[in-house]
């Protein structure tokens, strides 16, 4: 599925402290980085003569803490947001120092409350190495109850949106949705939050709007069950929920590295994050890989689309394995076979399929062909992909739209596509056997 917008960036006071946090987000900027098993510290050279001490601790039931020297008054500082987003970048600048007596200290105080005296020694007398497993027991506990707290309340808030009527829904005023997705970020369930956030856009279209509040209600039946789920299944929950992918677990659990087809990326602009969503595939299987910034910021250098690069892709945790981390650097390579083309029918037969494994899942990849683009006839049509059998709305840029209709001229052609279960966004045409992004070349690509 497609997860929600980085996590840590919810996390900033202000769209400033965001985009702050990127920029600061870099190795160069920060003398040292160390991790341990349930914090992180690091400088950062700002300003001053002096790097500021930042600290996040990862392991208490409000986690991620914060602890930082700088002068900010804003919780948590642009400091301690970039130190995150660098551990999830570039976990390979991390030493193990460590932490100095400033941030240890803070560190044994927040622990000290939730461990008994003798959790740092074993039967034996030996000191532990590790966080007690107990104490980190009741940690996701106390998180877990914050969820559950959550939501409940948005169960209670989806029944009476029912009960009112769904026609009654428009006439809600927008303060409604926004204390709702407030709750449920306090709540540590940011997912939901940003499924609440979208409601309005669906009020205009009643199908759509029970659709998508079916799936906010699934939320809330499924996780007061969690454990009567596969592991998988839990993953798919959690992720759908926001909690953070463990990106270094994802990839010791192992990936495949060989030489990918990159299908064509798109980018959206939710709240405060800019999202990039990149689409790879090797032999049958589609990747998905998601690339984060602050909205006016640039994001990191894109993967070549319609080209072809080698790689090393971990799937994450799921019943269905989407979305990918990439280990390492990808390389440039020789040009990657062509997926075999699906028909219209044959796309949502593998959409539904997915759903059928995850149903969060928000969007799905396809190299799609023969298909004929059909642009509106008349005011207030829309453009199309069609068949023999049927026709899907086809979306994206007029650029790509104009571009399509163009190369195929009339008669049914093969491209690739990102398919929301509404809309089709074409991505790259195939032309003279290889691909070529529709909205032009990446200029930053690697």
């Known amino acids: 599925m497609t997860p929600t917008p980085d996590p840590i960036l919810t996390l900033a006071p202000d769209a400033g402290s965001a985009a702050s946090a990127r920029t600061l987000a870099t190795p160069a900027r920060w003398p040292d980085l160390h991790a341990g098993p349930t914090h992180l510290w690091g400088h950062c050279q ?9 600290g996040v601790d990862r392991s208490g039931p409000d986690a991620p ?8 008054r804003k919780f948590p500082c642009k400091h301690a947001l970039a130190l995150l987003l660098l551990h999830e970048s570039h976990p390979q600048h991390f030493g193990t120092d460590p932490a100095p007596d400033a941030i240890r200290t803070w560190l044994d105080g927040r622990a000290g409350k939730h461990a008994p005296p003798e959790a740092d020694t074993d039967p034996a007398g030996e000191t532990r190495s590790g966080p007690d497993p107990t104490a980190q027991a009741k940690r996701r506990a106390a998180r877990e109850k914050k969820v559950s707290l959550g939501l409940d309340g948005l169960q209670t ?3 009476d949106l029912v009960r009112d009527g769904l026609a009654q829904a428009a006439g809600r005023p927008y303060s409604d949705w926004d204390t709702q997705a407030a709750r449920l970020v306090d709540a540590q369930a940011p997912g939901a939050a940003r499924l609440v956030r979208m409601i309005p856009e669906f009020l205009p279209q009643p199908d759509r709007l029970l659709a998508h509040l079916g799936r906010l209600y699934l939320l809330t039946e499924a996780w007061p069950r969690r454990a009567t789920l596969t592991g998988a299944q839990q993953a798919d929950l959690r992720a759908a929920l926001g909690f953070p992918l463990d990106k270094a677990a994802t990839v010791a659990a192992g990936g495949t590295d060989t030489r990918w087809l990159v299908l064509g990326h798109t980018v959206s602009d939710e709240e405060h994050v800019r999202t990039r969503r990149s689409w790879l595939h090797e032999g049958g299987v589609t990747a998905l890989l998601l690339d984060f910034a602050a909205p006016g910021w640039p994001l990191s250098p894109a ?33 990657a076979p062509l ?24 969007r799905t990849a396809h190299h799609l062909g023969p298909v004929t683009v059909h642009p509106p006839t008349r005011d207030g049509d829309a453009w199309r992909a069609g068949e023999a059998h049927g026709s899907l709305p086809l979306g994206g840029s007029d650029m790509a739209r104009l571009t399509l209709l163009a190369l195929g001229g009339g008669d049914p052609q093969t491209f690739t596509a990102e398919w929301d279960g509404q809309t089709l ?4 045409a195939v032309q ?10 990446d200029d930053d690509s690697v």
């Open 339 to 362: 997926p075999a083309p699906v028909t219209l029918d044959g796309l949502l037969d593998a959409h539904g399929a997915a759903l059928a494994l995850n149903p969060w899942l928000e």
């Open 432 to 441: 003279d056997g290889t691909l070529h992004p529709l909205d032009g070349g």
């Open 65 to 72: 803490a914060f602890k930082c020297s700088c002068p900010s």
């Open 425 to 428: 966004t074409p991505l790259c």
């Open 46 to 54: 700002g300003s001053g003569a002096r790097p500021y001490l930042t």
């Open 303 to 335: 993967l070549p689309a319609g080209g072809s690069v080698r790689a090393r892709l971990s799937p994450a945790p799921g019943a269905f394995p989407q979305r990918h981390v990439l280990d390492g650097e990808a390389t440039r390579s020789a040009p």
């Open 157 to 159: 808030f989806l029944q």
